[in-house]
């Protein structure tokens, strides 16, 4: 009798962690890698929304530095859904870029691509009744393609904020080709420059 109980338990812990994340956050190609930008001088409050995650993931504001240096939230049941932080004063129109930090050992940020390592977003944000709701993906993306992409995996949302959507967007695979293609023609620009120096 008792063997079969603890399976079950089991079963009702996992079920516990898939909290289905907050309908709020909206997840398309405007808000996979949104900015999330202060809407006028003053405080940020940061609720926690949820998570549905396999990863136990922390969440640090990354900047400004040192305005709020501790950790926000855990999907682990430490934070009940509904928790407040007081993230601290700032000034309208600045990004606030948030950190992610895996069991897995991976580190990802909110806003744009060129930000994480593998080459991907991990931050979607989008606006809803004047609060920006942000889901992170904690899975590292392979070749810049990512290999979940729910985004629902640490879920929060914050008060006095607005979601910027990436200029760029969701790149194109030709897109890249061009990026490469550039970033190879500013780096030849540059060799024949310092030739020129020597010369
Ligand atoms: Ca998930
Ligand atoms: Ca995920």
């Known amino acids: 009798m ?24 909206v997840v398309d190609s405007n808000s996979i890698g949104a900015a999330v ?20 993931s922390e969440l640090y504001l990354w900047s400004p530095q040192g305005q709020f240096d501790s950790l926000i939230f855990s999907n682990d049941d ?34 744009s691509f060129l930000r994480n390592p593998d080459g991907a977003y991990h931050a979607a944000a989008s606006t809803d009744g004047g609060r920006t709701y942000v889901g992170f993906e904690d899975l590292a993306a ?11 995996d640490l879920v929060f949302s914050f008060s006095n904020t607005r979601s910027v959507a ?28 310092r030739q020129l120096v020597a010369a």
């Open 2 to 25: 008792y063997r079969l109980l603890a399976p079950v338990a089991a079963l009702a812990a996992a079920a516990a962690l898939a909290t289905p994340a907050a309908a709020a956050l």
């Open 37 to 56: 930008v202060v809407a006028t001088s003053g405080n940020v409050i940061a609720r926690y929304e949820g998570a549905d995650a396999g990863l136990i």
């Open 78 to 111: 430490s934070f009940a859904e509904g928790t407040e932080v007081d993230l601290g004063a700032y000034d309208a129109g600045l990004e606030l870029i948030f950190k992610l930090v895996t069991s897995q050992g991976d580190v990802f940020y909110s806003g």
């Open 142 to 152: 392979q070749n810049g393609a990512t290999t979940d992409g729910d985004y629902n």
């Open 166 to 193: 990436d200029p760029g967007g969701v790149p194109e695979p030709s897109t890249w080709a061009l990026m490469i293609a550039g970033f190879g023609g500013a780096g030849a620009m540059l060799r024949r420059r």
